[in-house]
């Protein structure tokens, strides 16, 4: 009977995984130097987020829950062999370890935490009931949860009815709770039938538990590690690109985003069979926070329903994703920061994205412009070359000719601090400040163009790859070697993704240069003064690319910093990430909800370090009525100098 019931189980199980590995292996390939390699990284990423439970203790409550399951699964996994000898002969049990006294009770307290675990999680889904459940298959949830609840529920009462009838092979002063259990029982033929029930329904629900994991969301149970490992270990918001002009892939080969199933890569089919349909994407998502369409969950659920239903001529969107979900999408990244499982939904939505722009011609009409602009003037802005240097006219700041030698760093400007008159503010506020310490720097003005970041990020990979390639050759051309930028957007794009086309900088960004030229005294502000400053973190800056402490730095020197409710990695967007600049905007806006965030602080100053945020949050305030000065940490140092000076 045994035999028969390991043979259905597991016969149910190999066969499904083996349609889902076949599922892997028959996806795009994914860029190998991504997903292979720096194993120091990925070793500690399976330590810390797997094993160490990283990521869902950042809710320490939700956490602690499935933490005690999790780690009671890896306690509890040999009971299995125990529980299986213990039914072909109750007389026997797993060497060594079968009888030892320290294990019996590491195995009492697990089912303990786990069964602790069971409750919590059946309260938060029933009682509590949070929105990040919402679309989640909560009724598989249930049936697991109560699978779960059986398998130690009945290893504790075999072991309970082991004791009363004098079989245990282990001390049963080990094992306080079954031997409280115990006493229940009698040594009789009931206690007897009982022991061999209990034992039975222990491996009967495991084997029904086995069988059916493959075929639900709790497929993560066995593919998170995997997808932990084959996770990104470069910086955060690098895009993998698109190869228009590789000889060894052949024309039909060629990728253009994701518009059908097998046109995802094998790690986007693995990310989706990983999705815990736990909600925290959702939760963290700007755009489900204000009442967008968008829910990063119900995207990757929607993709693995597609890949599961084998249908290969399906478009992806609609069929999986609505098209308003796909534009959306401001890539903050805060979905992927938040995910226990690595699951890159950025990347899922940028392939659509540029799919749906390069193969369809389809995206927001809002957006046409600043495509349009982009590659006929260089800049979303469509403003000409020659005005790019304009708001340094007065600074006499040098604009790097062809032939001139390179300056110790190139000031990367960008289109913003470029052409928006609130942005220019911290680009002559810079300018200013590494002229006064002495730094070697210049412009390249007319000659710096769009990095192609918001062609990228709304999906036209082919306009971006031409930016790339021509800012890269210009660079190079000038001998530069260390870039500063003020935009993070720009940071990001210089730093993590020109080197896919030959372009490796030192890049910093202009609030890293800033505090470490006060450190050094190069910069000597006035006293700091008690006006309360709130710093708004870039999703491009911090959680992209962990630049954290040193726009706080600067902070700390010119006033009193006071911290939003959240801030640093887990920071709340502006709304201008993914091309949505350009766009308009449903629900409530984005921008005006992180200024009310602000505002609750109490502070009058809302500090920014990327002039994407200057122009959305400056716009938040008036749209918020709120009482705030938006204003970036260079001019604030800026400020704070020349009233040093003036006194």
């Known amino acids: 009977m045994l035999a028969a019931a390991v043979a259905v189980s597991g016969t149910l199980f190999v066969t499904r995984v083996r349609l889902l590995a076949n599922l892997v292996r028959g996806a795009a390939p994914a860029q190998r130097d ?13 330590a810390t987020i797997v094993l160490g439970q990283r990521k869902l203790l950042q809710r320490v409550g939700p956490g602690l829950m499935h933490a005690f399951i999790f780690w009671g699964f890896l306690v509890l996994a040999p009971t299995i062999v125990i529980a299986l000898i213990g039914v072909i002969d109750k007389h026997s049990t797993l060497p060594w370890l079968g009888h030892q006294g320290w294990y019996t009770l590491l195995v009492d307290i697990f089912c303990v935490l786990v069964l602790a675990g069971v409750i919590a999680a059946a309260w938060i889904r029933k009682v509590q009931r949070p929105r990040r459940f919402e ?21 504790l009462l075999w072991h309970a009815t082991r004791i009363a009838l004098h079989l245990n092979e282990w001390p049963a002063a080990w094992a306080p709770v079954s031997n409280a259990l115990s006493h229940l029982f009698a040594d009789n033929q009931t206690t007897r039938v009982l022991e061999r029930a209990f034992v039975w329904i222990h491996v009967l629900t495991i084997l029904t538990f086995l069988a059916y994991l493959p075929h639900s969301k709790h497929l993560h149970i066995f593919v998170a590690a995997i997808n932990v490992w084959f996770g990104r270990t470069r910086a955060g918001g690098r895009l993998e690109p698109l190869k228009f002009d590789d000889p060894d892939i052949p024309e039909e080969d060629l990728r253009f985003g994701a518009g059908k199933a097998p046109e995802l890569t094998w ?32 995207v990757i659920m929607g993709l693995r329903d597609l890949v599961l239903a084998q249908n290969s001529d399906a478009p992806l969107v609609p069929e999986a994703v609505p098209a308003e979900m796909v ?10 920061q938040a995910c226990p499982v690595s699951i890159e939904h950025v990347d899922h939505i940028v392939d659509l994205r540029r799919h749906l ?88 003005g007319p000659r710096e163009s769009c990095t192609g970041d918001p062609a990228r990020r709304i999906g036209n990979e082919y306009v971006f790859q031409a930016f790339a390639e021509q800012n890269v050759e210009t660079l190079n051309q000038a001998g530069i070697t260390k870039i500063v930028t003020g935009c993070p957007h720009c940071f990001n794009t210089l730093a993590n993704e020109y080197p ?41 800056l911090a959680r992209h690319n962990d630049v954290l402490e040193a726009p706080r730095q600067i902070v700390s020197a010119v006033g009193e910093p006071v911290e939003m409710r959240r ?15 350009w766009m308009e905007e449903r629900a409530k806006p984005i921008n005006e909800e992180r200024v009310r965030e602000a505002a ?30 938006v204003v970036d940490v260079a001019t604030l140092l800026s400020e704070a100098i020349d009233d040093g000076r003036s006194s």
């Open 34 to 46: 991504q997903r292979a390699g720096d194993v120091g990284r990925r070793a500690r990423n399976e």
């Open 135 to 155: 679309g989640s298959h909560l009724g598989e949830a249930d049936l697991i949860l109560a699978l779960i609840a059986t398998i130690v529920i009945s290893l």
């Open 267 to 298: 790690k986007q089919v693995l990310d989706t069979f990983s999705c815990t349909e736990c909600g925290r994407c959702q939760d963290a998502c700007p755009a489900f926070a204000t009442g967008k369409v968008l829910s990063p969950k119900l």
């Open 327 to 336: 534009w959306d999408c401001v890539t903050c990244g805060a979905c992927v």
């Open 357 to 444: 722009v390069m193969v369809d011609a389809s995206f927001p009409a809002e957006a046409e412009p600043m495509l349009r602009d982009v590659e006929r003037a260089s800049n979303p802005w469509g403003r000409p070359q020659s005005e790019r240097a304009a708001w340094a006219a007065s600074l006499g700041i040098k604009v790097l000719e062809p032939g001139d030698p390179a300056p110790e760093y190139l000031y990367w400007v960008g289109c913003a601090s470029s052409f928006d008159e609130r942005a220019q503010r911290t680009a002559q506020a810079t300018a200013k400040l590494l002229r006064s310490a002495g730094v070697d720097f210049a412009i390249l």
């Open 500 to 540: 896919d086309f030959g372009g490796d900088y030192e890049v910093v960004h202009h609030s890293e240069l800033l505090s470490r030229l006060v450190r050094d005294g190069r910069i000597k502000p006035s006293q700091a003064t008690t006006e309360q400053i709130t710093y708004h973190d870039s999703c491009y």
């Open 567 to 581: 801030s640093r990695k887990q920071t709340f967007c502006c709304g201008a990430g993914g091309a949505h600049m």
């Open 600 to 629: 609750a602080t109490g502070a009058g100053t809302l500090a920014v370090a990327c002039p994407f945020c200057t122009v959305m949050l400056d716009d938040g305030v008036q749209g918020a009525g709120a009482e705030l000065r």
